[in-house]
């Protein structure tokens, strides 16, 4: 076990785990952000999906120890007390979602997206999440979200 | 009273209080055994409730899928939550209301017609009252029949239901703790299980004391061929399973043959009739017939199946995300040796399922592990493989359908016959016990004899077989197979995907054959009005027939599922170039009464993208009697960018009840999908999915 600060949205957190264990399990069972979903945890759906320095990665597939300075965004930080990101509200004024359990790392993957290209096309966004894996089906609503949430997002700025 | 129609699941919940609570003020405590598998019936359920009650949905707390605390409903599935479970849920809402308004009738001496009520408060002649339903309530008795005082609201009376109200659900599963994975407990200790390649594999060595001396904080439970660990964080469980997997021999498998065609003629399986009426072979026409061929296909849910179990005792208590929550627990109770009364589920949504996964199996095997941690808590997640390779597939089925069609064009006669592994498997159906960990301990315990689904029930391989063409005469069979090794049970649709593939792609090809348009056709042999209803209106959304033109082309498909369950239409687009895109889709659905109109849309647009998922892409490949298929990248399903635009429009018919809506457009998406291909390229391509290499085979 190493003692290892991390930095998440926005604040600095102390854990005490393996090095090379996945940020993952260190992000919902150490420090219990629950939203980050444990999917194939083979890099492969896209479930866990966080931003590292603002970069998506699957969060099954990082070693906590190669975090380091980095500064980790999960999808808590998308639900705010007075508001939400537009992403989040975005996800709900469409119903966005059957079961849901996908949506959180494509809120991520959006995220990022929305980050660098405020008015993105609706080919951006498919680019953006073609890798996420959604079963129930709720893509084209999904789509709508995140476009919802770029046209909020411009109104704002 | 006693016109009033009444619900299964009241049979064995017939009481008020054993739907509703009012002994919180200010709450309405909703009790429902129907659980929330994605398809957003918590909410409806809530709506129901509310409307019935005239309280605000965000005072009703509902306790769902709590075998110890709400009532014992048969499962969620076989879209009949809204059916049966809503109308019992409306039912006993209005009696609690119509108990509740007597007793103010007479503390206030006022005609019980005077009456209102806005929020829980009780008002007379539209004048407030100090009465409200929690003061009234501690004087009434809840445990009265819900039948003897049921007098659910006019349609018109309604305000809540056939609205679109958001789900109560949504923000905490897009961005919080909201399923069983991020359920917390004090001591909860992770557990996790071996994979053996195949259900039947037994474990031929496994060296045990090299495993402890790697982990020696790690529990280990080992029965037969059963192993798991335990462990007080996640990672260190994760881990010692791996370490565990490198220490194990398996038995080798057996052959099968790789083809299913051949595997099928090869069983020895009679086939049974379901239905004979008239006499086919004694009718007039031309014959023409079509045989198709579907794959096993996986539930592929996005989260692998998980549970926590925690005996103390003798009790045993699950969570679970089963579709099943009481009906697990006399098999659960049976595979260990205890009460089933002992046994008690509290449902906690996973991610969305679509039949019998692997839910009630690691449920069980949560239970082996926990009981050699007496008092703790034990949450067993599944690796994605297992999900993959030991839960229970939909079975793989070749459909023979023929009709006969006269000089009139009309068919005369048609038959069918389904042939497939058993439908529905699900532990304590039939007394099976089908839990596959089960299989491998050191005394076995075998599942039994898998049971097809009476067609009095809506039939499993059989489902939608018969045709609700109005045919002068059908011949209807299904042949079972018991003689294949892999394990099937429920998955969306059952054998109404493969059956309303093959009956409307036949009837496409009949169209063709007699030169008549394929809407027409359908709409010439429909008698119900509201099957042609649907199929005209999706016609009239989709622009039928569309402009002609090569490698593009539109297609339809209908049923209405179960022959009793919503009518849908669906009609695709699809080009198809190096392989086939479905651009867009449109589906009428007639669901009679709407309790949630935008739910039922979401609903019908995610079954069309499943559907259309199944039918250009999936494929459970096998190596002997194991799956093939263990990950994301062997088994695709559709992406983001290979998704149709969809638009849905619901007939709705407030004055008639709701329909199940869950599994009624797979059918028709993979039968549009197959017409569109055929219209678009003149290739009938009949085994599925339908791919490029499908489409080459075939033309």
Redesign the interface.
């Given at each position: 076990m190493d003692a290892i600060r991390l930095h998440v949205n926005g604040k600095a957190l102390d854990v005490r785990?393996?090095p090379d264990?996945?940020l993952l399990?260190v992000l919902?069972?150490d420090l219990?952000l629950?939203?980050t979903?444990?999917?194939?945890?083979?890099g492969?759906?896209m479930?866990c999906t966080v931003l590292i320095d603002g970069r998506p990665q699957t969060a099954c597939m990082v070693p906590v120890s190669a975090v380091g300075d980095q500064h980790v965004e999960t999808?808590?930080a998308?639900?705010g007390e007075k508001s939400n990101h537009p992403l989040?509200d975005g996800?709900?004024e469409e119903?966005a979602?059957?079961?849901?359990?996908?949506?959180?790392g494509m809120?991520m993957r959006a995220k990022a997206l929305l980050d660098r290209n405020g008015a993105p096309t609706r080919a951006d966004i498919?680019?953006a999440?073609?890798?996420?894996?959604?079963?129930?089906?709720?893509?084209?609503?999904?789509?709508r979200a995140v476009e919802r949430a770029a046209q909020a997002g411009r109104a704002r700025t | 009273m006693s016109t009033i129609a009444s619900s299964p699941s009241l049979t064995d919940n017939p009481r008020c209080c054993d739907w509703l609570d009012l002994s919180r003020p200010g709450r309405v405590v909703l009790k429902s055994g129907k659980v929330e598998?994605?398809?957003?019936i918590t909410t409806a359920l809530v709506q129901i409730a509310a409307d019935e009650l005239d309280v605000a949905p965000g005072i009703v707390t509902l306790i769902s899928g709590h075998t110890a605390l709400g009532p014992l409903e048969a499962g969620t599935s076989s879209s009949l939550s809204i059916e049966t479970g809503g109308r019992a849920v409306r039912l006993a809402a209005s009696a609690v209301r119509a108990i509740l308004l007597a007793e103010a009738a007479k503390l206030l001496q006022a005609p019980i017609e005077s009456l209102s009520v806005d929020a829980g408060r009780i008002a007379v002649e539209g004048r407030e009252t100090d009465l409200t339903y929690w003061s009234l309530a501690p004087a009434v008795d809840l445990t009265a029949p819900v039948m003897d005082h049921a007098r659910p609201k006019a349609p018109a009376e309604r305000r809540l239901v056939g609205t679109?109200m958001?789900?109560i659900?949504?923000?905490t599963?897009?961005?919080?703790?909201?399923?069983i994975?991020?359920v917390?407990l004090p001591g909860l200790l992770h557990g996790r299980t071996l994979d053996p390649p195949a259900a039947g594999r037994r474990l031929e060595a496994f060296d045990e004391e090299a495993f402890k001396r790697a982990f020696p904080t790690v529990q280990i439970v080992r029965d037969g061929s059963f192993v798991g660990v335990i462990a007080e964080?996640?990672?260190l469980a994760?881990r010692a399973i791996a370490q565990a997997a490198r220490l194990a021999t398996w038995s080798q498998g057996f052959a099968v043959p790789a083809l299913m065609r051949e595997a099928i003629a090869a069983d020895a399986a009679e086939p049974e009739t379901v239905i004979e009426k008239g006499d086919v072979s004694a009718a007039e026409g031309r014959l023409i017939s079509t045989e198709i061929e579907r794959p096993y296909i996986a539930h592929?849910?996005?989260?692998?199946s998980c549970a926590i179990a925690t005996w103390n005792g003798d009790a045993l208590e699950i969570y679970s995300h089963s579709q099943a929550v009481h009906d697990m627990r006399a098999p659960l109770a049976k595979a260990l040796g205890i009460e089933a009364r002992n046994v008690v589920v509290i449902h906690v949504?996973?991610?969305?399922?679509?039949g019998h996964s692997g839910q009630d199996d690691v449920a069980y095997e949560a239970a082996l592990l926990a009981r050699a941690v007496p008092g703790r808590p034990v949450r067993l997640?599944w690796?994605?493989a297992a999900d993959f390779s030991l839960a229970p597939l939909g079975p793989g089925a070749i459909v023979r359908a023929e009709a006969k069609v006269n000089s009139g064009g009309r068919i005369t006669a048609f038959s069918i016959q389904s042939q497939s592994q058993a439908h529905v498997s699900r532990p304590g159906r039939g007394g099976t016990l089908n839990l596959v960990a089960a299989e491998r301990l050191a005394t076995p315990l075998q599942k039994g004899k898998p049971l097809d689904v009476p067609v009095e029930r809506g039939g499993g391989a059989d489902r939608n077989a018969v045709p609700l063409y109005a045919f002068p005469s059908i011949h209807v069979s299904k042949r079972i197979l018991l003689g294949l090794p892999y394990r099937t049970s429920a998955l969306r649709a059952l054998g109404g995907y493969a059956n309303i593939f093959a009956i409307e792609t036949l009837m496409d090809d009949i169209a063709a054959e007699i030169g008549a348009d394929p809407v027409a056709f359908r709409l010439r042999h429909l008698e119900d009005a509201r099957a042609a209803a649907v199929i005209s209106k999706a016609a009239e959304m989709a622009g039928w027939p569309g402009p002609r033109a090569q490698g593009e082309g539109l297609g339809i498909g209908f049923c209405q599922y179960k022959n009793r369950s919503a009518y849908c239409a669906v009609i695709v687009r699809v080009v198809c170039d190096e392989r086939v895109r479905v651009t867009h889709a449109w589906s009428a659905v007639d669901a009679g009464e709407a309790i949630n109109p935008?739910?039922i849309k979401?609903?019908i647009?995610?079954?069309?993208?499943?559907s259309a998922?199944w039918t250009l892409k999936e494929q459970v490949a096998f190596d002997g009697d194991a799956v093939a298929t263990r990950?994301?990248?062997a088994y695709p399903?559709?992406?983001?960018?290979e998704?149709?635009?969809?638009e849905v429009d619901l007939l709705v018919r407030p004055e008639l009840p709701g329909l199940g809506v869950g599994e009624t457009a797979m059918g028709p998406t993979a039968a549009a999908i197959g017409n569109a291909v055929n219209r678009a390229l003149g290739i009938r391509v009949r085994t599925l999915p339908i791919t490029r290499d499908a489409i080459l085979a075939a033309g």
């Amino acid at each position: 076990m190493d003692a290892i600060r991390l930095h998440v949205n926005g604040k600095a957190l102390d854990v005490r785990v393996a090095p090379d264990t996945p940020l993952l399990y260190v992000l919902r069972n150490d420090l219990g952000l629950k939203g980050t979903r444990a999917g194939c945890v083979e890099g492969q759906c896209m479930s866990c999906t966080v931003l590292i320095d603002g970069r998506p990665q699957t969060a099954c597939m990082v070693p906590v120890s190669a975090v380091g300075d980095q500064h980790v965004e999960t999808v808590e930080a998308l639900a705010g007390e007075k508001s939400n990101h537009p992403l989040l509200d975005g996800i709900l004024e469409e119903q966005a979602g059957q079961c849901g359990y996908c949506l959180a790392g494509m809120l991520m993957r959006a995220k990022a997206l929305l980050d660098r290209n405020g008015a993105p096309t609706r080919a951006d966004i498919v680019a953006a999440l073609d890798g996420h894996l959604c079963r129930c089906g709720a893509h084209v609503r999904i789509l709508r979200a995140v476009e919802r949430a770029a046209q909020a997002g411009r109104a704002r700025t | 009273m006693s016109t009033i129609a009444s619900s299964p699941s009241l049979t064995d919940n017939p009481r008020c209080c054993d739907w509703l609570d009012l002994s919180r003020p200010g709450r309405v405590v909703l009790k429902s055994g129907k659980v929330e598998i994605g398809q957003g019936i918590t909410t409806a359920l809530v709506q129901i409730a509310a409307d019935e009650l005239d309280v605000a949905p965000g005072i009703v707390t509902l306790i769902s899928g709590h075998t110890a605390l709400g009532p014992l409903e048969a499962g969620t599935s076989s879209s009949l939550s809204i059916e049966t479970g809503g109308r019992a849920v409306r039912l006993a809402a209005s009696a609690v209301r119509a108990i509740l308004l007597a007793e103010a009738a007479k503390l206030l001496q006022a005609p019980i017609e005077s009456l209102s009520v806005d929020a829980g408060r009780i008002a007379v002649e539209g004048r407030e009252t100090d009465l409200t339903y929690w003061s009234l309530a501690p004087a009434v008795d809840l445990t009265a029949p819900v039948m003897d005082h049921a007098r659910p609201k006019a349609p018109a009376e309604r305000r809540l239901v056939g609205t679109s109200m958001p789900r109560i659900d949504l923000a905490t599963k897009a961005a919080g703790p909201g399923f069983i994975h991020d359920v917390e407990l004090p001591g909860l200790l992770h557990g996790r299980t071996l994979d053996p390649p195949a259900a039947g594999r037994r474990l031929e060595a496994f060296d045990e004391e090299a495993f402890k001396r790697a982990f020696p904080t790690v529990q280990i439970v080992r029965d037969g061929s059963f192993v798991g660990v335990i462990a007080e964080r996640e990672d260190l469980a994760v881990r010692a399973i791996a370490q565990a997997a490198r220490l194990a021999t398996w038995s080798q498998g057996f052959a099968v043959p790789a083809l299913m065609r051949e595997a099928i003629a090869a069983d020895a399986a009679e086939p049974e009739t379901v239905i004979e009426k008239g006499d086919v072979s004694a009718a007039e026409g031309r014959l023409i017939s079509t045989e198709i061929e579907r794959p096993y296909i996986a539930h592929a849910s996005v989260a692998p199946s998980c549970a926590i179990a925690t005996w103390n005792g003798d009790a045993l208590e699950i969570y679970s995300h089963s579709q099943a929550v009481h009906d697990m627990r006399a098999p659960l109770a049976k595979a260990l040796g205890i009460e089933a009364r002992n046994v008690v589920v509290i449902h906690v949504p996973g991610a969305g399922t679509y039949g019998h996964s692997g839910q009630d199996d690691v449920a069980y095997e949560a239970a082996l592990l926990a009981r050699a941690v007496p008092g703790r808590p034990v949450r067993l997640l599944w690796s994605r493989a297992a999900d993959f390779s030991l839960a229970p597939l939909g079975p793989g089925a070749i459909v023979r359908a023929e009709a006969k069609v006269n000089s009139g064009g009309r068919i005369t006669a048609f038959s069918i016959q389904s042939q497939s592994q058993a439908h529905v498997s699900r532990p304590g159906r039939g007394g099976t016990l089908n839990l596959v960990a089960a299989e491998r301990l050191a005394t076995p315990l075998q599942k039994g004899k898998p049971l097809d689904v009476p067609v009095e029930r809506g039939g499993g391989a059989d489902r939608n077989a018969v045709p609700l063409y109005a045919f002068p005469s059908i011949h209807v069979s299904k042949r079972i197979l018991l003689g294949l090794p892999y394990r099937t049970s429920a998955l969306r649709a059952l054998g109404g995907y493969a059956n309303i593939f093959a009956i409307e792609t036949l009837m496409d090809d009949i169209a063709a054959e007699i030169g008549a348009d394929p809407v027409a056709f359908r709409l010439r042999h429909l008698e119900d009005a509201r099957a042609a209803a649907v199929i005209s209106k999706a016609a009239e959304m989709a622009g039928w027939p569309g402009p002609r033109a090569q490698g593009e082309g539109l297609g339809i498909g209908f049923c209405q599922y179960k022959n009793r369950s919503a009518y849908c239409a669906v009609i695709v687009r699809v080009v198809c170039d190096e392989r086939v895109r479905v651009t867009h889709a449109w589906s009428a659905v007639d669901a009679g009464e709407a309790i949630n109109p935008d739910g039922i849309k979401n609903h019908i647009e995610g079954s069309i993208v499943q559907s259309a998922s199944w039918t250009l892409k999936e494929q459970v490949a096998f190596d002997g009697d194991a799956v093939a298929t263990r990950d994301w990248e062997a088994y695709p399903i559709l992406h983001f960018s290979e998704v149709p635009e969809i638009e849905v429009d619901l007939l709705v018919r407030p004055e008639l009840p709701g329909l199940g809506v869950g599994e009624t457009a797979m059918g028709p998406t993979a039968a549009a999908i197959g017409n569109a291909v055929n219209r678009a390229l003149g290739i009938r391509v009949r085994t599925l999915p339908i791919t490029r290499d499908a489409i080459l085979a075939a033309g």
